[in-house]
């Protein structure tokens, strides 16, 4: 079998050296509607944010204001495409819930919530190539979730992606379809993404707690790595 790698490029960590993305990829899941203790957690995670959040503005808050910044160095404005933390924050600060997709959706939910740290996943089940984090040349091509119109990122853009075909742009702002976390998928990989002030040590808490929820709602078999600077590539399969 061919083996797979994911990789962090120079291109991301020459202008955010301490960014760290803690993956934790989970085989043999099975996945499928939450259960009423797992939707419980998505609502005392929202319930937990909106009393820390109060009617303070969510933007200033320092793990949302930090990819705001980050936004903007890579060209990106943040009050017009907003990472997906920032995103989920405001939603559920205006007293909105969280609908319910998948115990796998659910728990990347669950923990974004609980912490303020990007956590998402996207299932391997179709994934035959290397991933990687890195700058978009402007050729590859990208179909968001919810639609069917063939994009492509802008030169320079942050994308994680299989090859030329985008999972995500703009780093935290939106998924495609390509590896969407389906009820049926058996293999999934977790992101979980830190910027100052979020510290390593909190994303590889965060990754344990990813393992804890899988292991308790869906099963399978883990493995957990950090992606930093000093070690931007992992082996996947």
Not at 12 to 37: I, L
Not at 137 to 165: Q, R, S, Y
Request: a negative charge; one cysteine or more; proline letters at 6%.
């Amino acid at each position: 079998m061919k083996e797979i790698f994911y990789s962090i490029t120079n291109d991301v960590f020459t202008p955010f050296p301490d960014y760290v993305r803690g993956v934790v990829v989970a085989r043999g899941v099975k996945n499928g509607p939450s259960p009423a203790e797992l939707t419980a957690l998505l609502r005392e995670a929202e319930e937990q944010l909106r009393g820390a959040f109060g009617s303070g503005d969510v933007a200033a808050h320092p793990r949302i204001a930090s990819w705001r910044e980050a936004f903007r160095k890579t060209g990106v404005k943040p009050a017009e495409f907003r990472s997906s933390i920032e995103a989920m924050a405001r939603r559920v600060a205006k007293g909105q819930e969280l609908p319910s997709i998948n115990a796998l959706v659910d728990i990347g939910n669950v923990l974004s919530l609980r912490h303020l740290v990007p956590t998402g996943g996207h299932a391997l089940d179709d994934v035959r190539g290397d991933l990687f984090l890195r700058a978009a040349t402007g050729e590859e091509t990208f179909v968001p979730f919810g639609g069917t119109e063939t994009e492509h990122p802008l030169p320079g853009e942050i994308v994680f992606a299989e090859g030329d075909v985008v999972l995500t742009r703009r780093w935290s702002w939106r998924q495609g379809v390509h590896t969407l976390t389906l009820p049926e998928s058996t293999s999934i990989e977790f992101n979980v993404d830190g910027l100052p002030p979020v510290s390593s040590g909190e994303v590889e808490s965060v990754c344990g707690e990813v393992v804890e929820l899988v292991s308790r709602f869906c099963g399978g078999t883990f493995e957990t790595g950090l992606l930093s600077a000093a070690s931007p590539r992992m082996r996947l399969l």
